[in-house]
């Protein structure tokens, strides 16, 4: 089993930046996947973005690619995601998820290991 735990969220203004970090103890070299999700209140955990541990190739939803970055250190079990250009609509609980796979990246419930969330507000 692998535990993720986030780090880095905050309060801040539309159009900065802020990084979250993602470090996974546990069996992580048995994991394909780690993802980004994040929810808002009253709305569903959508998939925010997700990278491959062994090579590295990255995915994102449309709504943040081109203004959000995800990161991996093999050697420090830890992923990252630097956001800029935030939005108001980018306010939400952000989750560390590790376990799925490129073909249902996007579904939350193929993830089997998640994180506590770390929260993202970003005001106008």
């Known amino acids: 089993q692998v535990q993720p735990v986030e780090s880095g969220g905050g309060s801040v203004q539309a159009g900065d930046s802020l990084s979250l970090s993602c470090t996974a103890s546990?069996?992580?070299?048995?994991?394909?996947?780690m993802a980004w999700f994040r929810q808002a209140p009253g709305r569903e955990r959508e998939f925010v973005a997700a990278?491959?541990?062994?090579?590295?190739?990255?995915y994102y939803a449309d709504s943040v690619k081109g203004r959000f970055i995800i990161t991996r250190d093999n050697a420090k079990n830890t992923v990252y995601l630097k956001m800029d250009t935030l939005k108001p609509e980018d306010t939400a609980l952000y989750y560390c998820?590790?376990?799925?796979?490129?073909?249902?990246?996007?579904?939350?419930?193929?993830?089997?290991?998640w994180g506590q969330g770390t929260q993202v507000t970003v005001s106008s």
């Open positions: 998820a590790s376990g799925g796979n490129v073909h249902h990246m996007m579904e939350a419930d193929k993830y089997p290991d």
């Open positions: 546990g069996r992580t070299l048995m994991t394909y996947l």
């Open positions: 990278i491959t541990w062994l090579s590295g190739k990255t």
